[in-house]
């Protein structure tokens, strides 16, 4: 049973005369509980695709389907209460607020939510757990490193406990080591705790990690995979070589 769908999920952009489509027909359907890597060219939509799912944007044409709640039909605070109870997203760059401390950056949006202070602090603490920074709750972003302050934020993301986390392009700005603790500790959330996981990456030992890797090109998907084995990672390099060379 999917737990998010799109139909017909078109956004243009441009003009009449020359429109520019984003995402042209887009069908892609999630299942609950699974981890899905998005991949692609440059400029074929993924981040598109991301922010119509979660709600941040609204489509020319097309649904997005969050179980039987078609969110695209919404109203604005209608919208916004799904992403805040529904959706967590994670970013390429973390956003954290470098005043203050990690724990206190993860309990933010469920204190600006109405959760009372000593709460959410005690829940973002429990969700710093989960990605394995219990010890560095009182450590501001600036005393963290790179896969540290993307593992706060992904904390950040998990504390409102949403059915699906959304992340464009998570490990992009790290390095190898602190892109694999990440990628690690996100598989963990699919696998310990049932999340849904919709992930946009460049990075084939990223997407390795994924149930179902999903190619999209010129807004629509070209390929589909489960790609198995140990050499992974290279299936995934050379197919989305092929993707990138085929005609669109
Ligand atoms: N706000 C915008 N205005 C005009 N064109 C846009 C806008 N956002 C995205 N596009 C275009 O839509 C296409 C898909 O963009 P995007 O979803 O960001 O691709 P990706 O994340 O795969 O790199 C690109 O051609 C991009 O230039
Ligand atoms: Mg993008």
Known sequence: ????????????????????YALRDLNMSVE???????????????????YLMGGLDRPTSGHVWLRDKDITTMNDDALSK???????????????IPVLTAVENVAMPLILDGVPRPQALERAEAALKQV?????ASHRPSELSGGQQQRAAIARAL???????LADEPTGNLDSRSSDEVVAVLRRTVDDFGQTLVLVTHDPRVAAHADRIVFIKDGNIVDE???????????????????AMSEG
């Open 159 to 165: 504390a409102a406990k949403p059915a699906i986390i």
């Open 82 to 96: 799904v992403r805040r109870e529904s959706i967590g997203f994670v970013f390429q760059f973390f956003n954290l």
């Open 132 to 136: 394995d920074l219990a010890n560095r």
């Open 225 to 243: 995979n489960r790609l198995k084995g140990a050499d992974r990672a290279e299936q995934i390099r050379e197919k989305l070589g092929r993707v």
């Open 32 to 50: 609950a509980g699974e981890f899905v890597a998005i991949m692609g060219p440059s400029g074929s939509g993924k981040s598109t695709a991301l």
């Open 1 to 20: 049973m999917f737990i998010l769908k799109t139909e017909s999920l078109t956004k243009k952009y441009g003009s009449e005369s020359q429109p520019i």
